[in-house]
């Protein structure tokens, strides 16, 4: 007899929750069986109360779904801000230090720096300038050193023919 038991009873949680559900389709038919043989207007006050409460379930069952979506949503926004941001930095930090890898590898190799290559830059630019001045200095010097002479050799060719 104690193997009968067992067997009639149900032993796990899904066989207890379908045993209730059975029971509960069971007690609606016994519901609907009285209602029909009793009194018409009683089962027709049945079906009205029934969809009421499922239009005021579902309505408040897709509101709490409507809240936790625009919770879950929240979440993930915020997580995802956060992984980008932690993205971005790490890639910054990334490309600090590539480029100071490629700057001292560069130094190393003897490449000038941008800093460099823009001084001499502005030091050959003042070297032209000089050079220039330089150029313009001697030709006035050689304009009115050769002025002068022209004035002297005229000044001495009359007394060389008399």
Do not use: C, Y
Not at 80 to 87: E, L
Not at 136 to 155: E, I, L
């Amino acid at each position: 007899m104690a193997a009968k038991r067992k067997s009639s009873t149900p032993a796990t949680v899904q066989e207890r929750l379908l045993e209730t559900v059975h029971q509960i389709w069971l007690a609606g038919l016994g519901a609907v069986s009285q209602a029909r043989q009793g009194a018409p207007q009683v089962f027709d006050d049945l079906v009205s109360e029934g969809a009421r409460i499922h239009t005021q379930t579902r309505g408040a069952a897709e509101k709490a779904v409507r809240s936790l979506i625009g919770g879950v949503q929240a979440s993930i926004n915020d997580r995802v801000g956060k992984v980008r941001s932690q993205a971005t930095d790490a890639l910054d930090d990334l490309e600090k230090v590539f480029q100071s890898r490629v700057h001292r590898a560069l130094a190393q190799l003897g490449v000038p720096s941008a800093e460099e290559v823009q001084a001499l830059s502005k030091r050959v630019d003042q070297l032209n300038a000089n050079i220039s001045k330089l150029t313009r200095a001697r030709r006035v010097g050689a304009r009115a050193r050769n002025g002068n002479a022209a004035r002297k050799g005229q000044r001495h060719a009359p007394a060389a023919a008399a």
